[in-house]
C-alpha cells in the first residue's frame, strides 16, 4: 500500500490551497482515510478524515476545509480555503485499513502513511 500526497506550497493568508493523495488501491477499500498536520515542536495531529461512518473535521478547521475523493482516481483531496498562518504544518495522508477502535481521525491508528507536503501560509 502506497500513499502519495502532493500540493502543499507557499500561500499568503486567506488564500486556498488543494491537496492530493493518491493511493495504490481504490480508496474505498480503505475503512478510513484522511488528512493528518504536524507543525514545528507539535503533536501529529487529525485535520479531516473520511471513515467511521461520516466525514471528520477537527474544530480548528472546520468550515475552512473540506475533503473529498475521487474513487476513478484512487485520490483523496484536501480542499483548504480561507488559509491561516497557524495552518503551517507538513500534511499527511494516511489510511486505516480495517475498524480499530481511538478513532475518529486519530493518527495513533493509522495504517499506512504517505509522506508529507509542506504548507506553509504567510501572514
Known amino acids: 500500500v502506497q500513499l502519495q500526497a502532493s500540493g502543499g506550497g507557499l500561500v499568503q493568508a486567506g488564500g486556498s490551497l488543494r491537496l492530493s493523495c493518491g493511493t495504490s488501491?481504490?480508496?474505498?477499500?480503505?475503512?478510513?482515510i484522511g488528512w493528518f498536520r504536524q507543525a514545528p515542536g507539535k503533536e501529529r495531529e487529525g485535520v479531516s478524515c473520511?471513515?467511521?461512518?461520516?466525514?471528520y473535521y477537527s474544530d480548528s478547521v472546520q468550515g475552512r476545509f473540506t475533503i473529498s475523493r475521487d474513487n476513478a482516481k484512487n485520490t483523496v483531496y484536501l480542499q483548504m480555503d480561507s488559509l491561516k498562518p497557524e495552518d503551517t504544518a507538513v500534511y499527511y495522508c494516511?489510511?486505516?485499513?480495517?475498524?480499530?477502535?481511538?478513532?475518529?481521525?486519530?493518527?495513533?491508528?493509522?495504517?499506512?502513511w504517505g509522506k508529507g507536503t509542506q504548507v506553509t501560509v504567510s501572514s
Open positions: 488501491v481504490n480508496t474505498s477499500d480503505y475503512y478510513a
Open positions: 494516511a489510511a486505516l485499513a480495517r475498524y480499530r477502535s481511538g478513532g475518529p481521525c486519530n493518527y495513533l491508528i493509522m495504517d499506512y
Open positions: 473520511m471513515g467511521w461512518g461520516g466525514r
